[in-house]
């Protein structure tokens, strides 16, 4: 679900995509014999994001922020200070062969190392903040993520 919210302080539109956490499992022997069930999450990977970011190697940077929200900061370049930053790939899942100049659909994992208690969180918001500089990219325009119980 895309939304715009507008802050009446600043006069600025925020646009806003609410997307569904999915999981994903996996059993695997370990040397003893028993098995084990992992488990990763992932979501989808707002399309009308591609462009505004210039993905060009199907990776996204997060980045763990120290603010005063303390956000998750999504990013198309690699941070180069030292801060706690994941790099994921974009996952394709339906490439859209027969249209042209489309995107494709793709999700991302969410890693553990950044986002804990992950069974508990059912959605991800992404929020454009159109007037903030994004300092890894050196251009206007963030995009942070927070999870939704």
């Known amino acids: 679900m895309i939304q715009l919210i507008i802050n009446d302080k600043d006069n600025t539109v925020y646009t806003t995509w609410i997307l569904k ?3 994903d499992s996996r059993k695997i022997k370990n040397k003893n014999g028993q098995e084990k069930i992992y488990y990763s999450y992932f979501t989808s990977f707002p399309q009308e ?3 505004f970011l210039e993905i060009k190697e199907d990776y996204v940077y997060l980045v763990k922020e120290y603010n005063e929200d303390y956000e998750i900061i999504l990013t198309d ?5 030292p801060i706690i930053s ?6 394709t899942r339906r490439k859209n062969h027969n249209k042209n100049n489309r995107i494709p659909t793709t999700s991302f994992t969410l890693p553990k190392k950044i986002f804990n208690n992950m069974e508990e969180y059912k959605e991800v918001k992404f929020t454009l903040h159109p007037r903030l500089k994004d300092k890894y990219r050196n251009k206007l325009g963030i995009i942070s993520i927070k999870l939704i119980k």
């Open 49 to 51: 994001l591609y462009e």
């Open 86 to 91: 994941i790099k994921s790939k974009l996952i």
């Open 21 to 23: 956490i999915n999981k």
């Open 77 to 81: 370049t690699a941070p180069t200070l």
